[in-house]
């Protein structure tokens, strides 16, 4: 799609497949500061334990 068809079709407000392409989006991403990441795994390691947990003290029986 070249720039003069982008400028006509980003004027319309909708966003559609045309106008969102991988490189346009990914162009101006910014990279991941190691804390960022060690948040996300924490974040999963968090909610792996609570539920373990929450599967643990829930009697099966609420189940049936």
Same mark, same amino acid.
């Given at each position: 799609? /070249? @720039?003069?068809?982008?400028? @006509? &079709?980003?004027?319309? =407000? /909708?966003?559609?497949?045309? %106008?969102? +392409?991988?490189?346009?989006? #990914?162009? *101006?991403? +910014?990279?991941?500061?190691?804390? *960022?990441?060690?948040? &996300?795994?924490?974040?999963?390691? $968090?909610?792996? %334990?609570?539920? $373990?947990? =929450? #599967? %643990?003290?829930?009697?099966? /029986? &609420?189940?049936?």
């Amino acid at each position: 799609m /070249s @720039e003069k068809e982008k400028k @006509e &079709v980003t004027g319309t =407000g /909708s966003l559609t497949w045309d %106008v969102l +392409e991988a490189e346009d989006v #990914l162009a *101006e991403a +910014e990279p991941w500061e190691p804390i *960022e990441t060690k948040l &996300v795994l924490w974040s999963f390691a $968090i909610a792996a %334990v609570a539920l $373990i947990i =929450g #599967l %643990v003290l829930v009697p099966t /029986s &609420v189940f049936h």
